[in-house]
C-alpha cells in the first residue's frame, strides 16, 4: 500500500516510521531495505521501495553514522556513455586530479558512468547511504537524475550547473572568455570570417564558449559565418566539417573549434578535401588536451586546467564534508597556447 498524504517543504522530510505506516510493514523490514539486506521478502520490498519513491524518503545518514561513522566514499558521478568517457582526454585529468587531491586524505573514490539513470541504481545506491558525497561532472539539461542525488547527499558540480540550483557548489573555467580569448586571437591574425563548431547547447560549457565567440567578433564588428554543433566528440567534429564545405557558404577563413577532440575530427576532414591549415583555413582548439599536439599541425588551443579543476572539486567536498563553508563558486582562469595551426 503506498500514502495518500502529499508532503510539502514545510512538513519536513519523510521518516522512516511514515514509510513502514505507508508500506505496510514494520520499521526493522524497511530499515533492512535500506541497508540493503536481503532478508526482505519480495512483495515487502516492492512495498517499501514504492513508498520511499512516494514519500521522496532519505535514509538519516546522521542517525546511521553513530554506528558506522562515515563511509569514507566519494562518488564520482559522470552522466555519459562509456565510450565518451574513456575516449576523452577531458575526464583522464579530471579523474586524475580528483584522486590526487583524495589520495591525501581518508576518503576513497567510486566511480559512477550513467547517461542515464532509468532505473534509478546508481540514485538508490547513493540515497542508500553508501555514500558521503558526490562530484558530478559533465551533465546535460536532460539528467534530471542527479537532482536526486543531489537531494541526498553533499554534491560539488564539475562546470556551472545545467539548471540553477540555489546554493550549489561547483568548479569550473571561465569558458566565455576562453572563447573570447579564442575568437579574438584570430581576429588578431587578420581573418574576419570566421566560423564555429561549438558543443552542445545542452551543456553549459557548449554554450559558454558560444557565448564568448559572438562577444568578441561583436567587439570587432564582425558577425558569424555559420555555427555547426560538434557534440564535443571528433566524429561530431567530422560532421560539423563537412555540413560546412556542404553548405554552399564562402568558404571561411577560420574556425574556432571547441574542443581538441573535434578539432582533430576537423583537421582530417580538411586534409580529405585537400584543404592547407593554416594556409586555406586557419583552426584554433580548446582544452589542450593530448591531442592537440599529437595531431598535423599541432593545434593553437585555449588550455583548460582539469587537473587543478578536479583537485579543487575533491577540495571543496572535502572541506563541506568536514563541516566547513567553502566558496560555492570555484572559477579557473584559462590560458591561450599558440602552435601551428593558426
Known amino acids: 500500500m503506498t500514502t495518500d498524504a502529499v508532503r510539502t517543504p514545510a512538513t519536513g522530510p519523510a521518516t ?10 514494520s520499521r526493522s523490514t524497511v530499515s533492512r531495505v535500506v541497508n540493503g539486506s536481503t532478508a526482505v521478502s519480495p512483495t515487502a520490498l516492492d512495498a517499501v521501495r514504492r513508498a520511499i519513491a512516494d514519500l521522496s524518503y532519505v535514509p538519516n545518514r546522521a542517525a546511521r553514522s553513530l554506528a558506522s561513522r562515515q563511509t569514507h566514499a566519494i562518488a564520482l558521478i559522470v552522466p555519459e556513455d562509456t565510450t565518451r568517457f574513456f575516449g576523452d582526454p577531458f575526464f583522464a585529468a579530471i579523474v586524475s586530479g580528483i584522486n590526487a587531491r583524495l589520495s591525501r586524505s581518508d576518503y576513497v573514490l567510486n566511480l559512477f558512468i550513467a547517461s542515464d539513470d532509468a532505473g534509478d541504481k546508481t540514485t538508490s545506491y547513493v540515497r542508500g547511504g553508501s555514500i558521503d558525497g558526490a562530484v558530478i561532472v559533465s551533465h546535460h539539461t536532460s539528467d534530471t ?7 541526498s547527499v553533499p554534491v560539488v558540480y564539475g562546470g556551472r550547473p545545467v539548471r540553477d540550483r540555489e546554493g550549489a557548489y561547483y568548479v569550473d573555467v571561465d569558458n566565455v572568455q576562453g572563447g573570447r580569448d579564442a575568437t579574438a586571437h584570430l581576429i588578431a591574425k587578420g581573418h574576419r570570417r570566421i566560423a564555429m563548431i561549438s558543443g552542445p547547447e545542452t551543456m553549459p560549457a557548449g554554450i559558454d564558449r558560444l557565448e564568448g565567440y559572438r562577444d568578441a567578433l561583436a567587439a570587432a564588428g564582425l558577425s558569424p559565418v555559420t555555427v555547426e554543433d560538434g557534440e564535443f566528440t571528433t566524429l561530431g ?13 564562402e568558404l571561411p577563413d577560420a574556425i574556432f573549434v571547441a574542443s581538441d577532440l573535434m578539432a582533430r575530427g576537423v583537421l582530417e576532414v580538411l586534409h580529405a578535401a585537400r584543404l592547407r591549415v593554416p594556409d586555406d583555413i586557419a583552426i584554433i582548439g580548446f582544452d589542450d588536451s593530448p591531442v ?5 599541425p599541432a593545434l593553437t588551443t585555449v588550455r583548460q586546467p582539469s587537473h587543478e579543476q578536479g583537485e579543487q572539486m575533491a577540495t571543496v567536498l572535502l572541506e563541506l564534508l568536514a563541516g566547513g563553508s567553502p566558496p560555492h563558486v570555484t572559477e579557473l582562469a584559462t590560458t591561450l597556447i599558440e602552435r601551428d595551426s593558426c
Not at 16 to 25: M, T
Not at 292 to 296: D, E, W
Open 292 to 296: 592537440a599536439t599529437s595531431v598535423t
Open 145 to 151: 537524475f542527479i537532482d536526486r542525488i543531489a537531494q
Open 237 to 249: 567534429g567530422s560532421a560539423a566539417m563537412r555540413r560546412i564545405l556542404a553548405s554552399g557558404i
Open 16 to 25: 522512516i516510521e511514515e514509510v513502514a505506516a505507508a508500506a505496510g510493514v
